[in-house]
């Protein structure tokens, strides 16, 4: 598992292809074995995800009858929705790349969405713990949410820019792809696994 000061290097390294400088590349590891290891971003995020499960928890009490209650398979059926959502785009980016003939390019693409996913799950849990303990702060998450979402996508297709070269209309495509069917399939699951909300 990488220590701190790794993940601070690494976290060097986005900011940096963020800036389109290429130096950022020398902070991260886009070996096939640093591939590998970028999943233990799945792990460092886990407090953040924990928030939001339980304040998704919360909210599912919330909208239910008073006698409703939730046990492990609830955050069991969460676990799956998260991995999937995690899993799925990069799985589809494969097959994207692999049509272009970007192959090489696949290491690298899920070094960077991987270690991206860390800083952006604990900005979403900052989001959540604003609605959890700042009464009628919603419209305010919702704009910060708006405000995060575009600063993902501004920093995701730099760094696929920085990765791919100059192919506009294929960076545009990857950065969808990376983005769009999580939150299609985070929706889908969390309804067909019923742990949605109701209302």
Known sequence: MPTFREVQYYLAGLWLLIRMDARGFQYLDISDRGMLRSFWAILWSLPSIGISWLWWQQAYLTAMPPETSTGMAFFFRLALVEAASWLMPLILAGVLLMIFRFGDKFAPIVVVVNWLGLPTSYLNSLLIALLAFIPGSGGLAAILWLALMMAI??????????????????VGALTLILLIPTMLLTDFL?????????G
């Open 153 to 170: 996508v501004f920093s995701l297709a730099r760094i696929l820019r920085m990765i791919c070269g100059t192919h506009p209309l294929f």
């Open 190 to 198: 969390q309804r067909f696994l019923g742990v949605y909300p109701p």
